[in-house]
């Protein structure tokens, strides 16, 4: 279902765009440009059903209207969106938006709005229309019509052609403060103690966080630090465990593993806050007994230098074999 509300770390844009909406300064072409993951669509969403509510009561929509009851089903008339499309067959999404694309947009605006209200277009990510599709909006942009909102989104604004941003207004999106992402990520998670770590390797997007918490590989992760606390007390053998971690992938298994090494060194060194994997504090407190400090040092190098030799096309099972080995000690 199409948003009504935006991300709570939006309120200020929010109020930014509202504010011009209510004072009717609203631009005809916004570009709003972010990080991937931080919840872009969901601000674009959430002015679309407002302009698109007959009856909003403090910028908000009412969910009861016509307009509003066609956007909750994704069905606006309205509405036009532009994005990469799939080709039925192959399953596959191409990498552009394309001129013929862009011509039926403008089939579109040139139509009056069947609800007699606001027309709106939403290209997405706007980065992917190619030059043609793109020179070919160029004279929309600037004349779209009354009461036509085109908004252009992306996390690459610098991969837009400089004639479309310069006919655009600009709304830049950053990521949200930390403290704010991981009481909202860690109130969705199973592990709520996984919020910060998961941010961190979403480079602070919460909404990418909450797609890596679902990912199989990231899951596995808890595993994999068993695994290496097994064969590190000497409960598992080398063997068994490299058996055990062929299902990850290559670039997985050493990226996590760097990531416990680097863990377990702190936790020797009594650098605990610094910590990434906070959600797995037991298994590494006994990671660092049994192996100490020194010897998480080598095994972290022994990762990034396999995760070199793995560009370098070695066996990815050969190096993993060796690591087992050397944890075994
Ligand atoms: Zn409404």
């Known amino acids: 279902m199409a948003h009504f509300q935006p991300y709570p770390w939006h309120d200020a844009a929010w109020q930014r765009l509202t504010?011009?909406?209510?004072?009717?300064?609203?631009?005809?072409?916004?570009?709003?440009?972010?990080?991937?993951?931080?919840?872009?669509?969901?601000?674009?969403?959430?002015?679309?059903a407002l302009l698109f509510c007959a009856a909003p009561k403090d910028n908000k929509p009412c969910?009861?209207?016509?307009?509003?009851?066609?956007?909750?089903?994704?069905?606006?008339?309205?509405?036009?969106?532009?994005?990469?499309?799939?080709?039925?067959?192959?399953?596959?999404?191409?990498?552009?938006?394309?001129v013929d694309q862009v011509r039926s947009l403008l089939g579109f605006l040139s139509k009056s709005a069947q609800l007699?209200?606001?027309?709106?277009?939403?290209?997405?990510?706007?980065?992917?229309?190619?030059?043609?599709?793109?020179?070919?909006?160029?004279?929309?942009?600037?004349?779209?019509?009354?009461?036509?909102?085109?908004?252009?989104?992306?996390?690459?604004?610098?991969?837009?052609?400089?004639?479309?941003?310069?006919?655009?207004?600009?709304?830049?999106?950053?990521?949200?403060?930390?403290?704010?992402?991981?009481?909202?990520?860690?109130?969705?998670?199973?592990?709520?103690e996984q919020a910060g770590l998961l941010l961190s390797l979403s480079q602070g997007a919460p909404l990418a966080g909450l797609a890596l918490a679902k990912q199989e590989v990231f899951r596995q992760r808890e595993d994999l630090a068993k695994r290496l606390l097994a064969v590190a007390t000497g409960r598992s053998g080398a063997l068994s465990a490299s058996t055990a971690s062929q299902k990850l992938p290559a670039q997985d298994f050493w990226f996590w593993l760097y990531g416990f090494c680097a863990d377990i060194h702190l936790m020797s060194s009594q650098v605990q806050g610094a910590i990434k994997n906070t959600d797995l504090l037991p298994i590494i407190r006994q990671l660092a007994d049994a192996l100490g400090g020194r010897r998480a040092l080598e095994l972290q190098a022994l990762c990034v230098e396999n995760q070199r030799l793995l560009t370098a096309n070695i066996q990815a099972g050969l190096l993993q074999d060796r690591f087992w080995e050397q944890t075994r000690g």
């Open 116 to 192: 007699g209200g606001w027309r709106i277009a939403m290209i997405e990510p706007a980065d992917t229309l190619n030059v043609n599709a793109a020179n070919s909006l160029l004279k929309t942009l600037e004349e779209p019509g009354e009461r036509t909102l085109i908004l252009l989104l992306t996390d690459q604004p610098l991969a837009l052609l400089p004639t479309i941003r310069s006919r655009c207004q600009t709304v830049p999106l950053g990521v949200p403060e930390r403290a704010q992402a991981v009481s909202w990520l860690a109130s969705r998670l199973e592990t709520p």
């Open 63 to 98: 969910g009861g209207c016509k307009g509003c009851l066609l956007w909750k089903a994704d069905t606006h008339p309205d509405c036009h969106r532009l994005t990469p499309l799939t080709d039925e067959k192959t399953g596959k999404t191409s990498k552009v938006i394309k």
């Open 19 to 48: 504010d011009l909406q209510s004072r009717q300064r609203l631009p005809h072409a916004l570009v709003l440009s972010g990080p991937a993951g931080t919840g872009k669509t969901a601000l674009a969403e959430s002015l679309a």
